[in-house]
């Protein structure tokens, strides 16, 4: 707690432990170690906590409750509702900083990480300004959603019409009474594609690669999240018979609207990296005709949108729904701990056994909840950077 006169002291620690990004994996992960009398400062790039939730668009709400999305030390206010918004999640974030008293260092990026020379334990850190840094330990918690993916469709730089990936889209007063695109039936494809169509666009069409599993957000007072945490650790091949049966008695099929039920099951698809879309809307924009689905997008021609079946639309604007890269090549990718898609090959309390005492945290994207994971990732990180620390110190 902070000013507890019991806690230890962290000052004679001659190395602190670096968190590279202030967003809830990051000071999640610093606010579990100060716990445990570990010095940890985060180090942010931005000039304030939370950056990414702060871009996102005024729409956002958590897709889980709050209850199941507070970090360690803190619950999420009440006042706040069962699904939190954009704003009060930044709200959250700032007090959550404040509230454990969080060493932050703002405004600086680290831009390489490397190990320390030779014959010491630890890393080094690369940072703007020239700033090199010594570490006990790092943790990465750069954020899942850190740069916009942009596809290269072919004759992209021929429309003339406003061509923005999601990462811009902020509301729907700028597309009212025009024709709009969304390309990309995630969550926030789904929900980008609702608040124009409720929000005065003439015209809202979804163009879908692959069907999307959609699943009510709550059904009768039963959060979705729930069922994921609950099913998590089942066999896939139940968890998709399971979604299959669930599916049918919850959600309409939509395959006369043009989204069609997956023919691959709902655990299947989350294990290849797509989860669920919750819906915030979806069904009854479709139903009603106010969201259009369509094929998805082939290519650009001028002031036409050519999708896969062959048609060709003439949109006002594209929003691209289309995600994120991680971006930790140049960061942490001479280290070898990146898959061949860019994203760690380790997470929470484990480490590369290359790369011991350098943690991940904020990568991934379950169906139980990211808030609830980085929680508990930050509390086993904590643990073991602890354990770490000490025998460190004892040298």
Request: charged share 25%; proline share 7%.
């Given at each position: 707690?902070?000013?507890?006169?019991?806690?230890p002291?962290?000052?004679?620690?001659?190395r602190?432990?670096y968190?590279?990004?202030?967003g809830?994996?990051?000071?999640a992960?610093?606010?579990?170690?100060?716990?445990?009398?570990?010095?940890?400062v985060?180090?942010?790039?931005?000039?304030?906590?939370?950056?990414?939730?702060?871009?996102?668009?005024?729409?956002?709400?958590?897709?889980t409750t709050?209850?199941?999305?507070?970090?360690?030390?803190?619950?999420?206010?009440?006042?706040?509702?069962?699904?939190?918004s954009?704003?009060?999640?930044?709200?959250y974030?700032e007090?959550?900083?404040?509230?454990?008293?969080?060493?932050?260092?703002?405004?600086?990026?680290?831009?390489?990480i490397?190990?320390?020379?030779?014959?010491?334990?630890?890393?080094?850190?690369?940072?703007?300004?020239?700033?090199?840094?010594?570490?006990?330990?790092?943790?990465?918690?750069?954020?899942?959603?850190?740069?916009?993916?942009?596809?290269?469709?072919p004759g992209?730089?021929?429309?003339?019409?406003p061509?923005?990936?999601?990462?811009?889209?902020?509301?729907?007063?700028?597309?009212?009474?025009?024709d709009?695109?969304?390309?990309?039936?995630?969550?926030?494809g789904?929900?980008?594609?609702?608040?124009?169509?409720?929000?005065g666009?003439a015209?809202v069409?979804?163009?879908?690669?692959?069907?999307?599993?959609?699943?009510?957000?709550?059904?009768?007072g039963?959060?979705?999240?729930?069922?994921?945490?609950?099913?998590?650790?089942?066999?896939?091949?139940?968890?998709?018979?399971?979604?299959?049966?669930?599916?049918?008695?919850?959600?309409?099929?939509l395959?006369?609207?043009?989204?069609?039920?997956?023919?691959?099951?709902?655990?299947?698809?989350?294990k290849?990296?797509?989860?669920?879309?919750?819906?915030?809307?979806?069904?009854?924009?479709?139903?009603s005709?106010?969201?259009?689905?369509?094929?998805?997008?082939?290519?650009?021609?001028?002031?036409?949108?050519?999708?896969?079946d062959?048609?060709?639309?003439?949109?006002?604007?594209v929003?691209?729904?289309?995600?994120?890269?991680?971006?930790?090549?140049?960061?942490?990718?001479?280290?070898?701990?990146?898959d061949?898609?860019?994203?760690?090959?380790?997470?929470?309390?484990?480490?590369?056994?290359?790369?011991?005492?350098?943690?991940?945290?904020?990568?991934?994207?379950?169906?139980?909840?990211?808030?609830?994971?980085?929680?508990?990732?930050a509390e086993k990180?904590a643990?073991?950077v602890?354990?770490?620390?000490?025998?460190?110190t004892?040298?």
């Open positions: 707690m902070p000013g507890d006169p019991t806690a002291d962290m000052t004679t620690q001659p602190p432990v968190v590279i990004g202030a809830p994996g990051g000071l992960v610093a606010a579990a170690l100060r716990a445990r009398g570990v010095r940890a985060v180090v942010e790039k931005a000039d304030e906590v939370g950056a990414s939730w702060r871009r996102h668009y005024d729409r956002l709400h958590l897709h709050r209850r199941l999305s507070a970090l360690p030390g803190l619950a999420v206010p009440r006042r706040f509702g069962r699904w939190v954009r704003d009060d999640v930044v709200r974030l007090k959550y900083a404040e509230f454990h008293e969080l060493e932050l260092v703002t405004g600086v990026e680290v831009t390489r490397e190990p320390a020379p030779e014959g010491e334990d630890g890393w080094t850190l690369h940072a703007t300004g020239g700033r090199v840094l010594s570490a006990a330990a790092v943790v990465v918690a750069t954020g899942f959603n850190h740069t916009p993916a942009l596809p290269d469709w992209r730089d021929t429309y003339g019409g061509l923005l990936h999601a990462a811009d889209y902020r509301n729907p007063r700028p597309y009212a009474g025009q709009v695109l969304v390309v990309g039936v995630g969550n926030t789904a929900e980008i594609a609702v608040d124009l169509a409720e929000g666009a015209r069409r979804l163009a879908v690669r692959t069907a999307p599993h959609i699943v009510r957000r709550s059904t009768a039963w959060p979705a999240q729930r069922t994921g945490i609950l099913v998590r650790r089942l066999p896939v091949r139940l968890v998709d018979r399971l979604g299959a049966l669930v599916a049918r008695a919850s959600v309409p099929d395959s006369a609207y043009g989204l069609p039920r997956p023919t691959t099951g709902l655990y299947s698809r989350v290849q990296g797509s989860i669920p879309v919750q819906d915030v809307g979806l069904i009854d924009a479709v139903r005709g106010k969201v259009e689905p369509v094929a998805a997008v082939d290519s650009f021609d001028g002031a036409e949108v050519v999708l896969a062959g048609s060709r639309i003439t949109p006002d604007a929003v691209a729904a289309t995600g994120y890269r991680r971006a930790l090549e140049g960061l942490v990718g001479h280290l070898g701990v990146l061949e898609r860019g994203r760690p090959r380790t997470h929470g309390a484990r480490t590369p056994g290359q790369a011991r005492g350098l943690y991940f945290t904020g990568f991934t994207n379950p169906i139980s909840g990211m808030f609830r994971e980085m929680a508990r990732d990180i643990k073991a602890a354990r770490q620390t000490a025998r460190q004892a040298r």
